[in-house]
């Protein structure tokens, strides 16, 4: 009697140690399918999809669901363990009918991608030939871009007429055509499609830095008495990355608690401060700032000319320096 008591438990625990198992592969697929569907995390998606099929305990509709759900994100990744997902369970979960179609249907699919890409591959020769007016290309637009920074200070100087500038931004609309011409032909190579559109990139931000001296707001140093130099703490409430020049708004308790806002100039175009590793994110809403400025002439004006920024983790903004 004993000895069947003991046979009965073990057989208890054993049957409740594999419906735990089942259950937790079911929550791992689950989860799985959140990451894949809802939070576009593929990797890890298919660690869940992979840990469910490892702990199905023999529940082989969930192991081949599991696996399937791993295979398409390789799939989606474009990576070859796709197929090889695939073709396991066409051949290891042939009973598994709904699953082992649809493995079998899309390592078909892989399988006529491959073969159309093999046979439209690019020759050596055509490589090079992309490669080479890609560097082409890279080098005009350095050269354009050096000369539409230089172009920025003569217009701001008027040492250049807007004519001048129009020719030098035409220039930059061909070379742009230029490379989504390009693009339009690649093959199908990621590496390849990643280069170019880096260089197409690069175009876009340069075409960002025209028509600049057309905006009113740009900042007239005259406005400013550069005899009145003062120092502004405050917090920052909004910033205006914008060309043709960047300003961040300033909120400013002063003697008595009175409360005053004021519009910072930063004498520059976004380009010019990324140059000089000042991006968007230097300036977060709420933070504090002090600020070194020349003051309006105008003492009703809320408008601050600034010379040196200051943070309180010791980073230091010398704005002057800026064309």
């Known amino acids: 009697m004993k000895r069947t008591t003991i046979i009965c438990v073990a057989v208890f625990l054993c049957l409740a140690g594999t419906i735990a198992a089942a259950q937790n592969a079911l929550d791992l697929y689950q989860q799985a399918l959140v990451q894949e569907r809802a939070a576009g995390d593929l990797d890890k998606a298919i660690d869940l999809y992979q840990r469910a099929a490892q702990q199905s305990s023999g529940d082989r509709e969930l192991a081949a669901k599991a696996l399937i759900g791993a295979a398409r994100c390789f799939e989606k990744l474009g990576q070859s363990r796709a197929a090889q997902l695939y073709e396991q369970v066409a051949q290891n979960y042939a009973d598994q ?14 399988q006529r991608a491959n073969a159309a890409a093999a046979t439209n591959a690019p020759s050596a020769q055509d490589l090079d030939k992309l490669e080479s007016d890609r560097g082409q290309l890279s080098a005009q637009l350095a050269q354009l871009q050096a000369r539409l920074q230089r172009m920025q200070e003569l217009l701001r100087r008027k040492l250049i007429s807007q004519a001048e500038a129009d020719s030098l931004q035409a220039e930059l609309a061909r070379l742009q055509a230029n490379i989504e011409a390009h693009i339009q032909t690649l093959p199908p190579d990621p590496r390849i499609a990643f280069e170019w559109q880096d260089l197409r990139a690069r175009a876009q931000q340069s075409a960002g830095w025209q ?71 230097t300036f977060v809403v709420g933070a504090s700032v002090e600020v070194v400025v020349y003051q309006a002439k105008d003492p009703a004006s809320s408008d601050i000319y600034s010379i040196t920024l200051r943070f309180p983790d010791g980073r230091t903004i010398n704005t002057k320096s800026n064309p």
């Open 211 to 281: 028509n600049f001296d057309k905006d009113p707001a740009t900042t007239d140093l005259a406005r400013f008495d550069e005899s009145k130099l003062i120092t502004v703490k405050g917090t920052i409430t909004s910033v205006d990355w914008t060309n043709p020049e960047v300003h961040i708004h300033l909120e400013s308790v002063e003697s008595g608690g009175t409360k005053r806002a004021y519009h910072v100039s930063l004498h520059a175009d976004p380009v010019v401060l990324v140059r000089t590793g000042v991006t968007q994110r």
């Open 97 to 110: 009918r709904d699953s082992a179609a649809m493995a079998q249907e899309r390592l078909a699919a892989i």
